[in-house]
């Protein structure tokens, strides 16, 4: 199995950026795809960002809420995937995690198809 840690969470003001990292170890991230997900208080956990295991179209989703502010990238020869976070938001306020899937097929949104997760990392921002 492979284990996941985020990394590079913290408290920014609105319209500041920061990049997510997700480090996995265990196996390669080559073989699975991989998502971003986010949990503000009191809410559930909702999809951000999916890329595929491919660089072909469809292989990257991202939710409207992020799309052209968010940016999914992923370093197979660092075994790590990031997020890199534009113009943020104070309802981009939340737990990040990213996750791992095996199956190929699929509702990538949905974080019942993620078979790993990583601890999560907290993204404040303020207004």
């Known amino acids: 199995q492979v284990q996941l840690v985020e990394s590079g969470g913290g408290l920014v003001q609105a319209g500041d950026s920061l990049r997510l990292s997700c480090a996995a170890s265990?196996?390669?991230?080559?073989?699975?795809?991989m998502g971003w997900f986010r949990q503000a208080p009191g809410k559930e956990r909702e999809f951000a960002a999916y890329?595929?295991?491919?660089?072909?179209?469809?292989?990257?989703l991202y939710a409207d809420s992020v799309k052209g502010r968010f940016t999914g990238s992923r370093d197979n020869a660092k075994n790590t995937i990031y997020l890199q976070m534009n113009s943020l938001k104070p309802e981009d306020t939340a737990v990040y995690y990213c996750?791992?899937?095996?199956?190929?097929?699929?509702?990538?949104?949905?974080?019942?198809?993620?078979?790993?997760w990583g601890q999560g990392t907290q993204v404040t921002v303020s207004s």
């Open positions: 890329f595929g295991r491919s660089r072909s179209a469809g292989s990257t």
């Open positions: 996750a791992a899937k095996s199956a190929y097929t699929g509702d990538h949104r949905s974080r019942t198809e993620y078979d790993y």
């Open positions: 265990g196996r390669t991230i080559t073989q699975y795809g």
